[in-house]
């Protein structure tokens, strides 16, 4: 009989195994054939852990808030953007009474070589992060599988704890390196990383597994210690070390020369890669002589483009990525901490006196340097930190068969979103259907979804009518604004997405369906179940992941290639190239936006009509928005008013007037530039702030 690895705890999809579902049953107590760990320390993946750092601008308040949303959302600690989790120390709580114990007991303390991706886990509290180890303290649970690797373990709150985990989280690889060392003649080794810890582990190993006259050299991104000087680096290392190479990873060739000073004879036998940061992978193939080697210590290091550097350096060099599970890694990391213990304390003393805000700034610097250009994937163009990330998280949620929520206000480029999940989806090659719930008569409305037998009413087509989840069986049903659609019709919708079934108006033979639904709404679908205009039941179907597409006024980075791209294209449609001034794209860049990347498209196809010359200039730029401001202020008297029987002038004035003044003081930042800006005395401007509280 199979042992038990969790299939029954897998709530979506079901049928997957706990590793790959989107989210798991976390829930207690443990079952007949699970084991239940009460939590003490979690340690981080560590791209796993910098990813999370980078979207929370390493605030430990918005850390801890990213971590137990991740939990809760999914039930276990799996990272969605990087595929990522942990390793964790408890202790052992309660047994299932099937559960094989193998020498545990209640009360012992464990830890766990098996990742969190695939155990369910529950997190009361995050007691503590520690930024520099990647890793926290914390309260809750994790219910343990029969294939879950446990060993019992002396302390689990000791600083040798910190260094313990840290260590078993490389365990795989730094026990596979060490063999593939030590059938080699070694005598020159990089390790290219940022973790002085990891980085330390991986320098004791080499020393263990190629002997004491292996020179071992440390290169690191310059950006990771900016500041700080290299004496200090080599009173941490001490022998452990030879050299120190602090280089611009971003400029691959550059930082070669510096390692190697132009002499191939310098060139090293073999080069760890502990990153996954672009040009490490440049560098390792530059530095690494022919017949050596280079090591990754996972796939996600760069080891698919350290292949095919290789061809075409034309270098014959062997590539390793080497990760997993060992039955030898626990001793061999055990082994390494013990023997590293005095440079590991003398790496605290030195994070001691460190504040971790200048670290936080060190990184957002060096992310900043390395991705500055503009991106692209599947036609969605963007520069921003900010989109990025979005766009991270849709490319990793694209590939779970899961329906989602796409949030944002009107404009910002919802279908956009869609288009990047279905095309990197399992089901890309499968129709996607594209729906405006609120172009759809409620009268209509269950015929258009599920489509009509003939004859089923007057007016009916005589050979009957497929509907849109029929269209889109094995693919993907886009519902823009679906929170107009009526309570009657939601409730519908609610049982197919239930059952996969429905019935066409006027059938009896019960049709089946396998569709994604990714649904999107410009008012925040929970909003719409608190004023009991959505149901709570169909947003809880729905919202198995939520992604948030921020306004253009959060993302200016993006304005300025985004208005190029338009141009661009309407130059191709139109025959006439043309351009925007630096001063087009600074008054593009200072608007706020209201009607997002649609009104951007829109402004720069009406800049590019209504301009004569080839160059679009700032004045004419500044014309056009100051246009859309009061064609936007009528806009919103429009929407606002239209079901009015009478409407209140003076109060519509002050309205607009306080709209005004609140979008000349953005544009302008002071009173004296706002009044100005509008034509009007600075007291009398001071005067309107005032009245309208701004």
């Known amino acids: ?41 979690i340690a981080f993946e560590r791209e796993n852990f910098y990813q999370l750092c980078s979207i929370c601008e390493y605030d430990e308040n918005l850390l801890k808030e990213r971590i137990l949303k991740i939990v809760n959302e999914r039930g276990k600690l799996h ?67 029969e294939t879950a690797k446990l060993i019992k373990t002396d302390d689990v709150e000791s600083a ?47 020393r263990d597994s190629a002997g004491p006259e292996v020179s071992v050299s440390f290169v690191i991104d310059s950006a990771y210690f900016s500041g700080i000087i290299e004496d200090e680096l080599r009173t941490i290392f001490g022998s452990l070390i030879d050299d120190i190479y602090l280089v611009d990873l971003s400029k691959p060739y ?29 560098v390792a193939s530059l530095i690494a002589k022919d017949k050596g080697i280079v090591c990754y210590t996972s796939i996600n290091s760069r080891y698919g483009q350290g292949l095919l ?59 900043g340097r390395i991705q500055t250009a503009v991106q692209q994937i599947d036609g969605f163009i963007y520069k921003s930190r900010m989109t990025a990330e979005v766009v991270e998280e849709v490319i990793n949620v694209a590939q779970y068969d899961c329906n989602v929520i796409i949030q944002g206000e009107t404009g910002v480029g919802k279908e956009k979103i869609c288009n990047l999940i279905h ?47 029929e269209l889109a069986n094995n693919g993907t049903l886009f519902l823009d604004e679906i929170g107009s659609l009526s309570l009657v019709m939601q409730s519908k919708l609610l049982r197919v997405l239930q059952e996969n079934t429905y019935y066409r108006v006027g059938g009896v033979q019960p049709k089946h369906v396998n569709v994604r639904v990714v649904c999107a709404n410009n008012i925040p679908l929970k909003k719409l179940v608190e004023e009991g205009k959505f149901r709570e039941d169909l947003y809880y179907r729905l919202n198995i992941c ?49 009607g997002n990347v649609r009104e951007l498209e829109n402004t720069v196809h009406r800049l590019y009509i209504s301009e004569k010359d080839k160059i679009i200039g700032g004045y004419a730029v500044e014309m056009l928005l100051n246009q859309n401001v009061f064609n936007n202020v009528v806009t919103d008297i429009k929407k606002e008013h239209e079901d009015d029987e009478f409407m209140d002038f003076n109060l519509i004035m002050d309205e607009q007037e306080k709209k005004l003044i ?33």
């Open 254 to 282: 550059d930082a070669a020369e510096k390692i190697m000073g132009n002499q191939v004879s310098e060139a090293f036998d073999a080069v760890i890669n502990l990153e996954n940061i672009m040009g490490c992978e440049s």
């Open 309 to 367: 550097l290789v061809d075409c350096l034309g270098k014959d060099i062997m590539n390793y990525s080497l990760d997993g599970y060992s039955s030898f890694a626990y001793d061999f990391a055990v082994g390494i901490v013990k023997k590293t213990e005095p440079v590991l304390q003398r790496l605290d003393k030195f994070y001691a006196g460190k504040k971790k805000i200048p670290y936080k700034i060190v990184r957002a610097e060096y992310k």
């Open 1 to 41: 009989m199979h042992k038990n690895f969790g299939i029954e705890r897998v709530l979506e999809p079901k049928g997957t195994l706990p590793v790959t579902a989107w989210k798991l049953d976390n829930s207690a107590p443990a079952g007949p054939t699970e084991l239940k760990v009460n939590l003490k320390r």
């Open 160 to 206: 040798e704890s910190i260094y313990l985990l840290r260590a078993l989280e490389e365990e795989g690889s730094l026990y596979g390196i060490s063999q593939e060392l030590k059938h080699r003649n070694i005598r020159k080794v990089a390790i290219i990383g940022s973790n002085m810890a990891e980085t330390i582990f991986y320098a004791q190993m080499v």
């Open 662 to 694: 609140e979008y000349a003081l953005k544009k302008k930042g002071t009173t004296r530039k706002a009044a100005e800006f509008l034509g009007i005395p600075q007291t009398t401007l001071a005067r309107k702030k005032l009245k309208h509280n701004l």
């Open 79 to 145: 990272n969605p953007y990087t595929e990522s989790s942990g390793l964790f120390m408890g202790t052992v709580a309660e047994a299932g009474p099937e559960y094989e114990m193998d020498g545990l007991k209640p009360g012992d303390n464990v830890v766990c070589m098996t990742p969190l991706a695939g155990q369910p886990i529950y997190i009361e509290e995050i007691e503590d992060i520690d930024i520099y180890y990647g890793e926290i303290t914390c309260r809750g649970y994790v219910i343990c599988f």
């Open 423 to 469: 095309q990197n989806s399992p089901r890309r090659d499968k129709p996607c259907i594209k729906i405006n719930c609120a172009t759809i008569q409620e009268s209509l409305a269950e015929s258009e979804f599920f489509g009509y037998e003939k004859g089923s009413f007057t007016g009916a087509q005589a050979s009957g009518k497929a509907g849109y989840f």
């Open 546 to 594: 939520l992604i948030n597409v921020p306004p253009l006024r959060m993302r200016k980075e993006d304005i300025e290639c985004l208005s190029e791209a338009f141009l661009k294209n309407y130059s191709e449609k139109y025959g006439v190239i043309k351009s925007f001034s630096p001063d087009a794209h600074k008054q593009l860049t200072e608007y706020h936006w209201p």
